[in-house]
């Protein structure tokens, strides 16, 4: 139980995050200028998810450091190949050290699996695929579940603050949890994507008739930049602390940074991207 709650909350603070179904774009020609008066806070947000929708089928080879509990608390630097079907990972190094020969092999062998049956790969990433289509339909629960205010232009970048909308009521596990976050976000003013948004849940978050409680302080937040004309994360943070049926904790920390990223084509295979990694 409260590892599933855990989950959905997570996955919604990442559609907030922008790390899961908003990884690139095409740019598009959107102008402003220090001149243009601030705009309705609700159109500009709305203008911004729509060329969040837009469909991206570019792929990256990129370098991603992580400290999450994926990687049981340690910092992960791995080369990271995405296909059509999802990412494919290869650890280079713990805690900033080199893998030991023998870690080496076991990385060579995982991935010789992963090339030798691609299916069984496809299903393992089925879900999370499942995970970041939920994550789109929770950032687009943004405009309505939220107040926008003190909306700014300075050197081409949109800022505004945003606050739970009291008139709103939240409908799942994940939309309690978001609807406690106050914060702020900035969008490109020329090209209208999402830069960063950062959130603060200001009181615990009860549930389940107090058998779940996600503690005041948890937080998150995501930086995103144009990587040769497409908008790509390169950071997510979020910090998740609470309780669930009085004995357990629940705890869910990632920090995430990527880099170094090579365009990759459209058509590439599960066997050629482990081959790629394998260079």
Known sequence: MAGRVLRTAVVGLAALAGMAALTA???????????????????????????????????????????????????????????????IRRLLSEDGQPLSPERVATERRRLDAIAGDPAAFERAEAAQKNDEQHARQMLDSLPRGFLLENVTLNNGVWRMDYRPNPDYSPSGIEEHVLHGMSGWLTIDAHDMRLLHIEGKLAQDVTM???LINIRAGSNFASDRADQDGRWRTVMVHTDIRGHALIFKTISKSTDLTRRDFHYLESNLTIPEAVALLEK
């Open 25 to 87: 774009g095409p740019r598009l020609a959107v102008h402003a200028d220090e001149t243009t008066s601030p705009q309705n806070p609700q159109q500009l947000l709305h203008d911004m998810l729509q060329h969040e929708s837009l469909p991206h089928t570019d792929l990256y080879e990129y370098t991603s450091d992580e400290r999450s509990d994926r990687t049981g608390g340690h910092l992960w630097t791995e080369r990271v190949v995405e296909t059509g079907k999802g990412k």
């Open 208 to 210: 389940g008739l107090g």
